[in-house]
T-cell receptor
Framework: DAGVIQSPRHEVTEMGQEVTLRCKPI?????LFWYRQTMMRGLELLIYFNNNVPIDDSGMPEDRFSAKMPNASFSTLKIQPSEPRDSAVYFC?????????????FGSGTQLSVL | QKEVEQDPGPLSVPEGAIVSLNCTYS??????FMWYRQYSRKGPELLMY????GNKEDGRFTAQVDKSSKYISLFIRDSQPSDSATYLC?????????FGKGTRLHILP
């Protein structure tokens, strides 16, 4: 298996633009997580899905952020409109089943820079 | 007080030394405890996983959990330059996984 695949690896955009980050989890994994990492705040959970259903989105900072998981093999995180303070590394992670939910497999991340 | 506290470092030690990395936490509801290792420009990867107080060993790595003191540790024996990375502790409560900010570790050849 290729692991969790994220795209793009780097995204540079201007303030006010829409940004869409993509994630393909490991096949067979039931859980998908979106995290954001910054030097100041560390790794923060934004939202997670179980069997394509959003379970907890309390970490989503504002209404400008939205996430979808239309099927078991694809998820998106959208920021509209983007702001400079959204600059961070965004990670997608997946895990399998209730007993191993904590054992996360991370993608390589998307480095987002909003100018 | 943050739920999980971790010294950001950086921590620099000579090759071959024993490394001790630590986290404290405030919520006694945490059930599972993990250590993730993150190399530069990569995602974190799971290193150690435990759910009970005591020690768990895996090769050169030992994870220690003290629930009474709300304190967890990761020990690295015979440290190698390839161990240079950021180490993040993580713990779960109510199906949420909370990460520490990570400690940057440099092993000096």
């Amino acid at each position: 298996d290729a692991g969790v695949i994220q795209s793009p690896r780097h995204e540079v955009t201007e303030m006010g633009q829409e940004v869409t980050l993509r994630c393909k989890p490991i096949s067979g994994h039931d859980y998908l997580f979106w995290y954001r990492q910054t030097m100041m705040r560390g790794l923060e959970l934004l939202i997670y899905f179980n069997n394509n259903v959003p379970i907890d989105d309390s970490g989503m900072p504002e209404d400008r952020f939205s996430a979808k998981m239309p099927n078991a093999s694809f998820s998106t995180l959208k920021i509209q409109p983007s702001e400079p303070r959204d600059s961070a590394v965004y990670f997608c992670a997946s895990s399998s089943g209730d007993r191993d939910m904590e054992k996360l497999f991370f993608g390589s991340g998307t480095q987002l820079s909003v100018l | 007080q943050k739920e999980v506290e971790q010294d950001p470092g950086p921590l620099s030690v000579p090759e071959g030394a024993i490394v001790s990395l630590n986290c404290t936490y405030s919520n006694s509801a945490f059930q599972y405890f993990m250590w993730y290792r993150q190399y530069s420009r990569k995602g974190p990867e799971l290193l150690m996983y435990t759910y009970s107080s005591g020690n768990k060993e895996d090769g050169r790595f030992t994870a220690q959990v003290d629930k009474s003191s709300k304190y967890i540790s990761l020990f690295i024996r015979d440290s190698q330059p390839s161990d240079s990375a950021t180490y993040l502790c993580a713990m779960t409560r109510d199906d949420k996984i909370i990460f520490g900010k990570g400690t940057r570790l440099h092993i000096l050849p």
